[in-house]
C-alpha cells in the first residue's frame, strides 16, 4: 500500500483523528474504492476519446476486423 495526502476541512480532520481504527480500515477501503472507479472512468473516457479519433480518420469496427483478420 502507497500513502497520499488529502486536503480535508478541519471538521473531516478532526472526525477523522477521533475515528477508531477499525472504522478508519472502513473507509480507507470504501475511498480506495471510489478513487479506483475514478480510474477506471478515466481509462474509459480515453478509450472512448480514441474509438472516436480512429472513427474520424475512416477506422470502422469492419475494417478493424478486416485488418486483424488479414494478419498473416
Known amino acids: ?8 476541512d478541519s ?3 478532526r472526525a477523522w483523528r477521533n475515528i477508531s481504527p477499525s472504522q478508519k480500515a472502513g ?6 474504492a471510489v478513487l479506483r472507479e ?4 478515466e481509462f474509459d473516457r480515453l478509450l472512448d476519446e ?3 479519433v480512429a ?8 475494417k478493424l476486423n478486416e ?4 494478419e498473416d
Open 38 to 41: 475514478l480510474k477506471e472512468a
Open 11 to 13: 471538521a473531516v480532520a
Open 55 to 62: 472513427a474520424e480518420n475512416g477506422l470502422t469496427e469492419d
Open 1 to 8: 500500500m502507497d500513502r497520499i495526502v488529502l486536503e480535508v
Open 67 to 70: 485488418l486483424l483478420n488479414n
Open 50 to 52: 480514441a474509438g472516436r
Open 27 to 32: 473507509y480507507e477501503q470504501r475511498i480506495t
